[in-house]
Nanobody, 126 residues
Framework: HVQLVESGGGSVQAGGSLRLSCAAS????????FGWFRQAPGKEREGVAA????????YYADSVKGRFTISQDNDKNTLYLQMNNLKLEDTAMYYC????????????????????WGQGTQVTVS
């Protein structure tokens, strides 16, 4: 099992930046896929970014490419999402999630492939 705790959300003006953190504990191993997802009121949960623990390919939703960056600190078992040039449409609850193994490009941003989830952190852009 994997436990995930997000932090770093808040309110920011359009054009501003925030960095989300996700502290992970439990069974974490190199090659496992971790991701950031978001859900706005009345909308389905969508994949934002995903990366393999230990490095490797990173995947981004088209809506955040060039603005968001996913990164990790393996010593701290922490995943980050740096969000720049935030837009009103980025307002959502953001969740960190862990898969049970590697996911290919076609699956890394699909929430149904992630069994472990954090409680979420709210991001509001005004």
């Amino acid at each position: 099992h994997v436990q995930l705790v997000e932090s770093g959300g808040g309110s920011v003006q359009a054009g501003g930046s925030l960095r989300l953190s996700c502290a992970a504990s439990g069974y974490i191993y190199s090659g496992n896929c971790f991701g950031w997802f978001r859900q706005a009121p009345g909308k389905e949960r969508e994949g934002v970014a995903a990366v393999y623990i230990g490095g490797g390919s990173a995947y981004y939703a088209d809506s955040v490419k060039g603005r968001f960056t996913i990164s990790q600190d393996n010593d701290k078992n922490t995943l980050y999402l740096q969000m720049n040039n935030l837009k009103l449409e980025d307002t959502a609850m953001y969740y960190c999630a862990a898969a049970s193994g590697r996911l290919g490009e076609d699956y890394a941003l699909d929430s149904s492939n992630y069994p472990y989830w954090g409680q979420g952190t709210q991001v509001t852009v005004s």
